[in-house]
C-alpha cells in the first residue's frame, strides 16, 4: 500500500523519481557493485599511486589497489550496514512505541522515560566507548548505533497510535466488538507507518554519516576492508599530492547522502500531500 | 615637555608590548610528537616520543657519539674496565650542576642508579647484572658487575638507558614512591635544557639552561607540539610552524618535498619485523612456511617504503651487524598456494604498532596483500604497545603476526637478542621459548671479540628464521625532513628518531 502510494505519487514527477531511481540504483550497485569492479578490491594490481587512466579508473591506492574496484565494494560495505540500523532501530523503536501505546499506565510512563533517557544520553560518544571496546567490526558497529537509534522510531510509532486511536473509525471498530490484536494490528499501527517510513527515509542519510565517521576513526569493518570513511582516513595525508584517492571516497559517500536525502525530503513532501 | 611625556609614554607601551610578544623565532626550535610524552621520569617508561627531550634534560655516564655506535663520556670524563671486565670505573666532570644549582657528585649518581636498580621501575633490568655499587669520592663512582657483560657500556648510552637524576627530585621530591609521581611532570636534570611548561596532549616547552656546564646550545626554547596527526604536521612544516618533522613523514611523498625543505637520511637500528604466533592457525610448519613465501619483501618493500628501505639481512639491523646476503625467503608461490588450497580455509589476523602508525598500516596492507594472493585472507588491527605486552598472556586471542618496526635498547646485538628473542625477553611478544636458542644467546653475550661476537649472533639469527618464530623483513632508513637553514641535526642510529638538540642551529 504504502509502496503503491511511494511509486505513484514519486514517479510521477522528475523531481520525486529521480532520487528513488538513485536510491534503487545504489541498492543495485551494492547488491551487483562487485560483478562490475575490474579487480579484486583486496589485491595489489599495479604500482601504488597511479593517476587515472583507461586501465584503473580511479587510479590504484597507495597500497597498488584499483581504486574503482575499492569503491564498488565500499558502497556495498556502507549501504548494507545502513539498511540494516534502519531496519532494526525502526523494528525496534515501533514495538517499544506501540506497546507503550497499546499498555497505557505505567508501562507506558516508564517505556517512555526510558526512551527519553536514552534520547539525552551523547549517543556517539557512548557508541563510540562500545565499538572500541567490543573491538572494531561492521555488526559491532551496527549494533552500537542501533541501541541508541531506536527511541526516536518508538516516539514517532507512540505519538501516531495514541493520535489514532482517538479518531472515530477506531472507536467505532472498538464499539463493534473488534478485539485488541486485531484493532492494533488492522488500524493503529498501519496509521503510523507512514510517518515511520519518512522518519526512516530521512534517517537513511544520517545513518550513512554515522558509520562513515565510525568508519573514519577506524571503528569499522577492519582494515583492508574497503569501507569508503576508512579509505578516506587512510590516504588523508596524500591529499595534497594524490587528492583522487582519499577525495573519490569521500564524493562517493556525500553521494550516497545527497541522495538518500534528497530521496528522503521526496517521500515526506508526498507523504504530507496525501 | 608634552612631547617627551607622550614619547616616555609611547616607549614604555611599546615595552609593554614587548612584553607579551613570544621570543623571536629565531630562537625557538619547533618540533611536533605524534604521541604525548607519558613521563620524564627516566626509569620508569619505554617512550618512543620525548627521548629527544630526556636526552636534553637528563644525562647519562657514557652516549653514543653523533652518526655513529661508538661511545663517548658523557657526564663520565673517562672511565675504565678492569681485567676480568667486572668493575667499571668512571671519572665524572668536574664542574656539573643541577638544575636546582646543586653541584653533581659521585654519591648523587650512586643515589640515582640506587634508585633506577629498584625493580618496581620498568626500566630497572638495565642494571640487572650489577652486584655494586659506591662512590668512592666526590668524582669517582664504580660499579661491579655479578659476570663480564661486553653490552654493559651499550646499555649505559641506551636511549632508555640511566640518566642521572638529581636529589631536588630524589630527596626533596622522594614522596611515598621515590619521586615517581613527581617526575611524570618535573625534573632534576644536568642537560642543557629544563622544562617551563607542561600543557599535556598539547604543549611543551623546554628552555635553555643558562647554567649548564658544557657548550650553550643555540635555541632558547624547543616548543614541542603534540600533533597526532601527520598531515596536520606537514602543513605545519610547510608554513614554517614547525622546523622539522623528526619521523612518519609519509615515504611516497618524499619524492615532492616542497621547496625550503630539507632531507636528512640515515641508518638507525629499527627493523622491520613480523612476530609469529605459533599456537593459532599458523602452528602448523607448513602454512608458516607458505606464509614465508607471501610475505617475501622483495615482493612488496619498495612500494611500502619507496627506496627508504632494504630487505633485511637478518634478525639484526645492519647498523648492528653488516650480514653479507638478505634473508633467503621461500620463492616458490605456486607451492604456497597449493598448501593453502589444501588446507581449511584461512584467515589470520594481522596486528601492528600503533607507532609510526600510518607507516605500519600500509607495510600490514601490503602484507594482507601479498597472503591474498595465496588465497589466505587476512584482517588488520592496529595495537598499542601496552596491549602487545599482553599478547603473551592469552595467545588465542592474540593476532597470528604482529608487525612492528623494533628498536633495540642499545647498538650492541645482546641487547637485541635479550629485548626480542630469548625466552624472558620483555619484547617476545608471543612468548616464544626455545632452550637450545637461550643458550647460544648465554654463549654469545659473553663474547668480547666483535667478528666471533657477530658470527655467533647471525647462528642465532638463521636459527630463529629457520623456525619461523620472527620474520626479519626490512632496514627502514631513517628520514628527518626539516626547514632549509638548520644544521647540526646530529642523528645517532641507537637512537630512534632523535635530533639532538643541543647541537642544532639555525644558519
Known amino acids: 500500500m504504502i509502496l503503491r502510494v511511494l511509486l505513484r505519487t514519486e514517479l510521477r514527477t522528475k523531481s520525486g523519481a529521480l532520487p528513488l531511481i538513485g536510491l534503487l540504483f545504489i541498492t543495485l550497485l551494492a547488491v551487483a557493485g562487485p560483478i562490475f569492479a575490474p579487480a579484486n578490491p583486496l589485491l595489489r594490481v599495479d604500482t601504488p599511486y597511479l593517476d587515472p587512466s583507461f586501465q584503473h579508473w580511479l587510479g590504484t591506492d597507495e597500497v597498488g589497489r584499483d581504486l574503482l574496484s575499492r569503491i564498488l565494494y565500499g558502497i556495498r560495505l556502507t549501504w548494507f550496514p545502513v539498511l540494516a540500523v534502519i531496519a532494526l532501530t525502526s523494528a525496534i523503536g515501533t514495538l517499544v512505541g506501540a506497546v507503550a501505546a497499546a499498555a497505557g499506565g505505567l508501562v507506558e510512563l516508564l517505556l517512555n522515560r526510558f526512551c527519553e533517557l536514552m534520547m539525552v544520553i551523547p549517543a556517539t560518544l557512548i557508541a563510540l566507548a562500545a565499538v572500541a571496546s567490543l573491538g572494531p567490526g561492521t555488526w559491532h558497529l551496527v549494533a552500537a548505533i542501533s541501541v541508541f537509534w531506536w527511541p526516536w522510531y518508538a516516539r514517532i510509532a507512540h505519538t501516531e497510535i495514541r493520535r489514532v486511536a482517538t479518531r472515530a473509525h477506531v472507536e467505532a471498530a472498538r464499539l463493534a466488538g473488534v478485539g485488541r490484536p486485531r484493532l492494533f494490528l488492522r488500524y493503529l499501527l498501519p496509521a503510523a507507518l507512514p510517518s515511520l517510513v519518512v522518519a526512516a527515509s530521512l534517517d537513511v542519510a544520517n545513518v550513512i554519516l554515522v558509520l562513515a565517521m565510525f568508519s573514519f576513526l577506524g571503528l569499522g569493518a577492519p582494515a583492508p576492508a574497503p569501507e569508503l570513511g576508512a579509505m578516506t582516513a587512510q590516504s588523508l595525508v596524500s591529499l595534497t599530492t594524490h587528492g583522487w584517492i582519499p577525495l573519490s571516497p569521500a564524493i562517493v559517500i556525500f553521494i550516497l547522502a545527497f541522495t538518500a536525502n534528497l530521496a528522503g525530503d521526496g517521500i515526506r513532501q508526498r507523504m504530507e500531500s496525501t | ?507
Open chain 2, 1 to 507: 615637555m608634552k612631547s617627551t611625556v607622550a614619547l616616555r609614554a609611547g616607549i614604555a607601551a611599546l615595552a609593554l608590548v614587548a612584553g607579551k610578544l613570544p621570543v623571536c623565532a629565531e630562537t625557538v626550535l619547533r618540533v611536533a610528537y605524534q604521541k604525548d610524552i607519558s613521563t620524564f621520569d627516566p626509569d620508569n617508561a619505554f617512550p618512543l616520543y620525548g627521548i629527544d627531550a630526556l636526552h636534553v634534560i637528563y644525562q647519562g655516564l657514557v652516549q653514543y657519539q653523533p652518526g655513529t655506535t661508538e661511545l663517548t663520556g658523557w657526564l663520565a670524563e673517562r672511565w675504565s674496565v678492569s681485567e676480568d671486565g667486572l668493575t667499571y670505573r668512571f671519572r665524572l666532570h668536574d664542574n656539573v650542576r643541577f638544575h636546582d644549582g646543586r653541584a653533581l657528585t659521585a654519591s648523587d649518581v650512586l643515589a640515582y642508579f640506587r634508585r633506577r636498580k629498584r625493580p618496581d621501575l620498568a626500566l630497572s633490568y638495565f642494571l640487572n647484572g650489577v652486584a655494586d655499587m659506591k662512590a668512592p669520592d666526590a668524582r669517582t663512582f664504580v660499579i661491579r658487575l655479578t659476570a663480564p657483560d661486553p653490552a654493559f657500556l651499550d646499555r649505559l648510552a641506551s636511549a632508555w638507558g640511566p640518566k642521572v637524576v638529581g636529589p631536588g627530585a630524589l630527596v626533596d621530591h622522594a614522596g611515598s614512591d621515590h619521586a615517581e609521581t613527581w617526575l611524570n611532570e618535573h625534573e632534576d636534570g644536568t642537560g642543557p635544557y629544563r622544562i617551563t611548561q607542561i600543557n599535556r596532549g598539547q604543549r611543551y616547552v623546554l628552555s635553555r639552561n643558562e647554567d649548564y656546564w658544557g657548550k650553550r646550545p643555540y635555541f632558547d626554547r624547543i616548543q614541542i607540539e603534540i600533533v597526532p596527526q601527520m598531515a596536520q604536521q606537514m602543513l605545519m612544516l610547510n608554513k614554517g610552524d614547525l622546523d622539522l618533522i623528526q619521523n612518519g613523514y609519509p615515504f611516497e611523498q618524499l619524492r615532492h618535498l616542497p621547496s625550503g625543505l630539507r632531507l636528512l637520511v640515515y641508518d638507525d637500528l629499527g627493523l622491520e619485523m613480523a612476530y609469529v604466533n605459533r599456537s593459532k592457525r599458523l602452528r602448523d610448519p607448513t602454512l608458516r612456511r607458505a606464509v614465508l613465501t607471501a610475505l617475501n619483501p622483495a615482493g612488496w618493500l619498495d612500494d611500502a617504503f619507496f627506496g627508504f628501505a632494504t630487505p633485511a639481512h637478518s634478525l639484526y639491523p645492519k647498523a648492528m651487524i653488516a650480514a653479507r646476503e638478505p634473508v633467503d625467503f621461500p620463492s616458490d608461490l605456486a607451492a604456497a598456494r597449493a598448501i593453502v588450497a589444501a588446507a581449511p580455509p584461512v584467515t589470520l589476523e594481522i596486528g601492528y604498532g600503533d607507532q609510526e602508525r600510518a607507516v605500519q598500516q600500509r607495510a600490514a596492507e601490503l602484507l594482507a596483500s601479498a597472503l591474498e594472493r595465496i588465497g589466505i585472507h587476512a584482517t588488520l588491527r592496529s595495537y598499542p604497545l601496552d596491549q602487545a605486552l599482553l599478547f603473551a598472556e592469552d595467545l588465542q586471542r592474540a593476532p597470528d603476526l604482529y608487525l612492528a618496526q623494533n628498536y633495540p635498547d642499545a647498538a650492541h646485538p645482546a641487547t637485541q637478542t635479550g629485548v626480542f628473542f630469548s625466552s624472558t625477553a620483555p619484547l617476545n611478544f608471543f612468548g616464544y621459548k626455545n632452550p637450545h636458542i637461550d643458550q647460544l644467546i648465554d654463549a654469545a653475550d659473553r663474547v668480547s671479540d666483535r667478528a666471533e661476537r657477530d658470527r655467533r649472533y647471525l647462528v642465532i639469527s638463521q636459527q630463529l628464521f629457520a623456525d619461523t618464530a620472527f620474520i626479519p623483513l626490512a632496514d627502514i632508513r631513517d628520514v628527518i625532513v626539516y626547514r632549509q637553514g638548520l644544521t647540526g641535526l646530529d642523528p645517532r642510529p641507537a637512537l630512534p628518531w632523535v635530533v639532538d638538540y643541543e647541537s642544532i642551529r639555525r644558519e
